[in-house]
């Protein structure tokens, strides 16, 4: 389940990106999405209903494509509008994927570039064009079905979707429950565009100042990366894609197998390591000194 507040101007988009969003969680475990339940908050004496049907229609569009039935929901009267799904999928125990398989040497490899938070800031405060957003929005609208259809046809040891917690807190959650440690080479990760230059002018949303308080001393910074680097590291994502952990033998077929699928990336960007189980270090690239 997940909802939230409007994030871009066209309703339909906000529907989009809400039912993607939701439906991450079962890609995430390498499930079928089945059916879902619309969440709504609506100001109704505020904004007209139409506008609702838009959000609505967005949001059914995307789960049409994810062959998922949406079979009703509940509405509220809110000051705030808020949209989002409740969804149900199923998956067989022998084909589950969770974020807690993950082994010592495998590789990281991510799916959708890293941004959308410091982006959907920047355009709440007219810094950014609608033009500007429109990277953000096509990744955030995609399905990540193919991320998982790649990941469970090549084989992977673990998965988790990166959202709220950015892909350092995402990170971190899949390396305490595997018990092994991680590095990550910042300069491999795929960042949208603007979102560099957009954060260095300190569009920071309040949920990424709370991801990088959070990963507290659970997170080496290699001196050579900058303020900026990390916000963009720690940045909340919306609808984001999925950090899969692949054995090595495993990584040049599942990049082709993400590659065939066109996901919005396909990036390896780090590895696993037996040492210091549930801690992060985040270095300018692997093998270099720090």
């Known amino acids: ?34 059916f879902g339940l619309n969440l709504v908050g609506w100001p109704r004496e505020q904004l007209p209903l139409d506008l609702l049907g838009e959000v609505m229609r967005g949001g059914s569009e995307v789960a049409r494509e994810a062959g998922c039935l949406v079979v009703g929901g509940h509405s509220v009267d809110d000051p705030e509008p808020k949209f989002g799904m ?39 405060r007219d810094a950014l064009l609608e033009t500007g957003l429109a990277e953000a929005v096509r990744s955030m609208r995609t399905l990540n079905a193919g991320a998982a259809r790649a990941a469970l046809e090549v084989g992977v040891s673990a998965a988790t979707d990166v959202t709220g ?27 949208l565009q603007h979102a560099r230059n957009l954060a260095g002018r300190g569009f920071i949303p309040g ?11 659970r997170v080496f910074w290699a001196a050579d990366l900058t303020e900026t680097d990390r916000w963009l590291a720690v940045d909340a994502q919306t609808s984001g894609g999925l950090l899969l952990a692949v054995p090595p033998e495993n990584e040049a077929a599942l990049l082709a197998a993400l590659t065939a699928q066109a996901t919005p990336a396909a990036a390896t960007i780090g590895r696993l390591t037996a040492e210091h189980p549930g801690r992060l270090r985040v270095v300018r690239a692997l093998g270099a000194e720090h």
């Open 1 to 34: 389940m997940d909802f939230f507040t409007p994030i871009v101007d066209n309703p339909a988009d906000w529907g989009a990106i809400a039912a993607a969003n939701a439906l991450s969680d079962i890609y995430a475990m390498g499930a079928k999405p089945l």
């Open 86 to 124: 409740a969804v149900i999928g199923e998956v067989h125990p022998d084909r589950m994927l969770t974020n807690a398989g993950a082994c010592a040497g495998d590789l990281l490899v991510l799916t959708k570039p890293l941004g959308t938070g410091i982006l959907t800031t920047a355009f709440k």
């Open 165 to 191: 917690f950015g892909l350092v807190g995402h990170l971190l959650g899949l390396l305490e429950s595997s018990r092994v440690g991680g590095e990550i080479a910042f300069d491999t990760l795929p960042i």
């Open 207 to 217: 949920g990424t100042h709370r991801n990088l308080e959070a990963a507290g001393d």
